[in-house]
């Protein structure tokens, strides 16, 4: 939240509340506070840097029971003159992880492992969501669950190999469709 946003709270909150208490209306604003340093620090702990590489918001989404693959997204921006390459990925959630693009062929969605990496354009961003450029983790060994975390490792051909942790969303997250491409992965 911008000082700005936080000035037009402010007076919001004045005159929606003109008559409570100065200990009340301490009250509140201590409470706001709280509020918004909470979602401050969720922000900024959820980026991740390699060399010249930003990575927001890694993220996954929740599967049913018994489920063998998960998917997993977030932003790459190359904020550098020379452009990188995402190589490969690793984590414990799973026993491999891929590279995935999505793409509508004959008019059927089909899905295809990513070769020779996926590029990350110099002062470029590459966005990795449903229905577009995924990661798979494949063979799970726990099934991601809604509100929590879990750490990846992402290497890349110049920016090396950075640490990330992926933010579990509910299974309907993102847009529909790709639980059904998911599901043709598990057999
Ligand atoms: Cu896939």
Same mark, same amino acid.
């Given at each position: 939240?911008? #000082? +700005? +946003? ?35 620090? +969720? ?7 390699? *060399? ?5 918001? !890694?993220? /996954?989404?929740?599967?049913?029971? $018994? ?11 190359? %904020? ?8 490969? #990925?690793?984590?414990?959630? /799973? ?9 509508? %062929? ?23 969501? !449903?229905? $577009? ?5 494949? *063979?799970?060994? +726990? ?17 090396? /190999?950075? %640490? ?12 529909? *469709? ?10």
């Amino acid at each position: 939240m911008s #000082i +700005q +946003q936080f000035a037009a709270a402010r007076a919001a909150f004045r005159t929606a509340c003109p008559f409570r208490s100065f200990e009340e209306r301490l009250g509140i604003v201590v409470f706001v506070l709280a509020l918004l340093f909470a979602g401050i620090h +969720q922000a900024a702990a959820h980026e991740f840097k390699a *060399g010249d590489l930003e990575i927001d918001h !890694p993220w /996954s989404r929740a599967v049913p029971a $018994g489920a063998s693959v998960a998917g997993g997204y977030f932003t790459v921006t190359n %904020k550098g003159s020379a452009p990188d390459k995402l190589l490969s #990925i690793t984590s414990d959630i /799973s026993a491999k992880a891929e590279l995935h693009e999505m793409a509508v %062929k004959d008019g059927v969605m089909t899905m295809r492992p990513v070769e020779g990496g996926l590029e990350i354009p110099a002062g470029g961003k590459v966005e990795l969501k !449903p229905g $577009g450029f995924h990661l798979m983790f494949i *063979g799970l060994k +726990q099934p991601p669950k809604p509100g929590e975390k879990f750490p990846a490792t992402l290497t890349f051909e110049k920016a090396g /190999s950075v %640490k990330v942790e992926f933010a579990v969303e509910a299974m309907d997250a993102g847009s529909g *469709g790709m639980k059904m491409d998911h599901d043709s992965h598990a057999n």
